[in-house]
Every structure is written in C-alpha cells, then in structure tokens.
C-alpha cells in the first residue's frame, strides 16, 4: 500500500485490503477521478489530487468475490497527498451517507504523503457511541 502511495503521488491512491483465509490481499484499485472531473467539472469539482473514486467495474468483480464468498473486506485505504492523515468530512460522508457506515466493521486506512514518501497511516473506524469514524490503533497486537 505505502509503495503504490508512493508511486500514485501527488494523486490520491485508493484500494481494499481482503481476507482470503488466513492470509490478507491488498487490491490496489484505479483512481478514476481525473476522468470524472474531465468529463463533468461541475458534477466533480475535485480532481484525483484531493480526492479518489474507484473504478466502477474493478469495484464490482471485488464485492462480487465478496458476495461469493472468496474475500472478506477488511479495509479501505487511500493516501491524502502533501496533507496529514486524517479522516476528512469529505471521507466521512462517502464512508456513512446515511448516517452509518456502508461497510459496517471495515477500517479505513489513511496515508500522508508528501513529496513522494509516505510519511504517516492512521486508521479510522466507526464508533456507535460517537456516531462518526475515529482514529484507532493500528498495527498493534
């Protein structure tokens, strides 16, 4: 994941991380901002330097082996180029549109980049107590 934020840099890098058994997959997935933002600045006004969207039809052949029953999603990740980690408002609201997570149990894994070089991950996940995501413990037995 750090590699690909890395090499992504200075767009956005977005993928899943999967359980297959007892091993994990991480699925880098193409950021199609720049495409969305070409074809309808008004509808995207951000470009995939400040924000990402997976590639539909990759998304869809990952949450079909979900549904099959091949993977288990465990996490979301995306890199915030020359900015902290941090789980923004904008992050927020496409995790819980409604208001409760799309993807209840999946953690939300954030690097900062800057000029090239991963320089933090924090991770983010829902809190029922507070009713938003916050910062947790990552990579910590």
Known sequence: MASRAEADYPDETCGLVLAEGPGVIVRPMRNIQNELHREDPKEHPRNARTAYCFHPMELKDVLDDIERGRYALRAIYHSHPDHDSYF???DSAAAA???EPSYPGVVHLVFSVREGKVMDLKAFDWSDAEGRYVEVP????
């Open 88 to 90: 923004s408002e904008t």
């Open 97 to 99: 549109p409604f208001g």
């Open 138 to 141: 990552f990579g910590e037995e």
